[in-house]
């Protein structure tokens, strides 16, 4: 491809080192597209002809038949998929092949390439999070009443209910589905027709081959065109946060799904057993997206690595972005898919959850504000009552609503059975009626907000 100025091939090692066509052959599709846009450009500008256009496109669908037939060959010796297919057009076509290149580089051409790759990407993340946000809603639903411990430091905190908690998660989805549709949408500009590096003194029409791509404009600075690669890492940024949401909520399954908690049960489906331990059920699922999440996080670092300290504009260093990537896509894409079909596989337990709920006096809170509200004491003395009347409670094994209202007064006298009205855990939830809290009439509200927006 550039034989004019060389008098010997390249050393055993640089074959090695130099070919990306082992990962790069997913772009062979946005390569095609992005070919075509620019093909139908030149020839509309005059700067080729219609008729070596016509072939260059006749050439570009056959070559993308032969792709997508598996039968195009790739040659490590061609180093990439811009030159594996520019090659292969020559071999169909002849002469006119070499036309296509003229105003363009492999360097706008592949960074126009991996932009229109990673804007599916987003795309593809965008509806794996709604398929997921649904599957979390749909288990929300059946479960407005069901209680289980809310927990601070994984302490027994107050009663809440299994929709509220699911809810949650909705809503951290939710805005990592935002994540994506914004860095999606900041990425939509083209960078095609900026050349090697400096434009062009051909009179291309970058406006006419950005609308071909779906782009929304033209990048206006070529050397920033050539060179930004802030679209691929705010993708991984997204992809990272994400997969920490992910981890979050894999963590609460395989936590929920062990004999201690049993607050839930995967099917079979979704569990495997062990080769020694005939009783096991292993959320193994559950553990791998948890897992993984470290090499999502690993491919945000390698690539922000890569880009830190390049001076403009392209450095083959950035050959190294798209691997990243894929393996960031690959490994999220399969996470919120496993994710999604385990919210759907999962049945609650909710004798479970109010047996843990009610082992842990969830209702405390509930006993010390009601000695604020009834009594009128300032909230640290009553922290201090409560306090006393849990202990005693467990002194005698009895949960608060079971314990009778003379030990109560033997703590504080102005107690009177009006107290047991807020003790049980169902009181409790029904009370938590501020904005945003648990009561099932605000997690209905919750619900039906979602609801409209994930139709
Ligand atoms: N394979 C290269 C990459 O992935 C394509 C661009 C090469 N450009 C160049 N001037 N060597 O980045």
């Known amino acids: 491809m550039w034989g004019g100025r060389f008098e010997s091939g390249p050393a055993a090692i640089m074959r090695e080192i130099t070919p990306s066509i082992g990962f790069d052959k997913r772009l062979a599709a946005e390569d095609i597209a992005g070919s075509r846009a620019h093909c139908r450009m030149l020839a509309a500008e005059g700067i080729i002809s219609k008729d070596d256009g016509q072939k260059i496109l006749g050439g570009l669908d056959a070559v993308e038949k032969e792709i997508a037939a598996g039968e195009f060959v790739f040659k490590r010796e061609l180093e990439d998929i811009h030159l594996n297919i520019e090659a292969r057009l020559a071999e169909l076509i002849g002469p006119a092949a070499g036309r296509l290149h003229t105003a363009r580089s492999r360097n706008d051409q592949v960074v126009t390439d991996f932009r229109l790759w990673v804007r599916a990407a987003c795309s593809r993340a965008e509806d794996g999070l709604l398929e997921l946000q649904r599957a979390l809603h749909a288990q929300a639903a059946q479960h407005l009443d069901t209680i289980l411990p809310g927990f601070t430091h994984m302490q027994v905190a107050q009663p809440v209910t299994f929709a509220h908690h699911l809810m949650a998660y909705v809503e951290m989805f939710g805005r990592d589905r935002a994540r994506f549709e914004d860095a999606r949408k900041r990425m939509n500009e083209s960078p095609l027709g900026s050349a090697a590096l400096a434009g062009t003194s051909f009179p291309i029409d970058r406006d006419a081959t950005a609308k071909a791509l779906g782009f929304a404009r033209p990048m206006r600075n070529s050397m920033d065109a050539i060179s930004a690669r802030d679209f691929a890492l705010e993708y991984l940024a997204a992809c990272s946060i994400c997969a920490v949401h992910l981890s979050r909520l894999a963590g609460e399954l395989v936590q929920w799904s062990t004999q201690a908690f049993g607050f839930v049960k995967l ?55 798209k ?113 945003g809290g648990t ?4 997690v209905r509200e919750q619900l039906a907000h979602w609801k409209s927006q994930l139709a």
């Open 267 to 321: 099917s079979d489906a979704f569990t495997t057993g062990s080769s020694i331990m005939p009783q096991k059920r292993n959320p193994d699922a559950a553990e791998l997206v948890r897992g993984k999440t470290g090499r999502v996080l690993g491919d945000f670092v390698a690539l922000a690595t890569v880009v830190k300290g390049l001076v403009l504009t392209y450095g083959t260093d950035l050959q190294e972005d």
């Open 323 to 435: 691997e990243r990537v894929f393996d960031a896509a690959d490994t999220l894409e399969i996470s919120i898919a496993a994710m999604a079909a385990m919210m759907a596989d999962l049945t609650a337990n909710p004798a479970r959850m109010k047996a843990a709920a009610e082992a842990g006096y969830p209702t405390a809170t509930d006993l010390a504000d009601w000695v604020v509200r009834v009594l009128q004491k300032p909230f640290r003395e009553a922290h201090h009552i409560a306090g006393s009347i849990v202990k005693a409670a467990e002194e005698r094994g009895l949960t608060l609503d079971a314990l009778p209202l003379e030990e109560m007064r033997k703590i504080e006298p102005g107690i009177t059975s009006d107290v047991y009205a807020v003790l049980s855990l169902e009181s409790s939830v029904n009370a938590r009626m501020s904005l």
């Open 439 to 442: 009561a099932p009439a605000r």
